[in-house]
């Protein structure tokens, strides 16, 4: 499959602790952010997005935090599984214009057994 | 529920020789399209995107040129592939104007090209 993002940073974590995967994004202006997973060879999938009228949201096993101050998105992994090995990015977004998405570089999350 | 696809998912072309890469969007109307570029160890970079039929607006100068021949079909063309043109293409999909949800980017599954 395609390797995307070979000299990407790489977070390795033991098979169920938790990850922290830290994105800083550019433009203050900013008000919507998304958190995309892309495994090998296939399209980034949405996990979880925020809008900047907020600093924490949950899903399932995932939760973002956006520290507007210091221009900083997280993505915390509840006990993280093989299967959430991925690249992972994010995603800021202003005024609502799709074209105005600018995406991070993406860091690589490998989950030890 | 909306879907996207975009085909071909591998393609391997000599330099010089055409190329088209189609998406399609099912489930929704209007939407606007967007083609993006991902290089090896590199982010998602925009090529083009569209907000409707026949309008589309190039973010990066290059070899390559989108059409939108109908409301949810986005079309990623070159009359000759460079070695450069190599890479990993994303075809995605956000709610049109007018929409008042988030505006999130639904991306394809991809098409690797590879140009020898």
């Known amino acids: 499959g395609e390797s995307v993002g070979l000299h990407l940073p790489t977070l390795s974590v033991q098979e169920g602790d938790n990850s922290i995967i830290n994105c800083a994004y550019s433009?203050?202006?900013?008000?919507?952010f998304i958190w995309y997973k892309q495994e090998s060879g296939k399209g980034p999938q949405f996990i979880i997005d925020i809008r900047s009228n907020m600093d924490k949201r949950q899903g399932q096993r995932v939760t973002v935090l956006l520290n507007k101050t210091v221009k900083h998105l997280s993505l915390q992994i509840a006990a993280t599984q093989p299967g959430d090995s991925a690249v992972y990015f994010c995603a800021e977004n202003i005024d609502n214009y799709g074209q105005n998405f600018v995406f991070g570089p993406g860091t690589r999350l490998s989950v030890l057994p | 529920s909306q879907t996207i696809h975009q085909w071909p998912a591998t393609l391997v072309q000599p330099v010089g020789s055409p190329l088209s890469l189609e998406c399609t969007v099912e489930?929704?109307?209007?939407?606007?399209l967007y083609w993006y570029r991902q290089a090896a160890g590199r982010g998602l970079q925009l090529l083009f995107y569209?907000?409707?039929?026949?309008?589309i607006s190039s973010e990066v100068p290059q070899n390559l040129s989108a059409s939108r021949p109908q409301d949810r079909q986005f079309i990623l063309s070159s009359k000759k592939l460079l070695l450069s043109d190599s890479g990993f293409y994303l075809c995605a999909w956000s709610p049109g104007t007018g929409n008042s949800g988030a505006n999130v980017l639904t991306f394809g599954a991809g098409s690797r090209l590879t140009v020898l």
């Open positions: 489930g929704t109307s209007n939407p606007n």
């Open positions: 433009n203050s202006a900013s008000d919507y």
């Open positions: 569209s907000v409707g039929i026949g309008q």
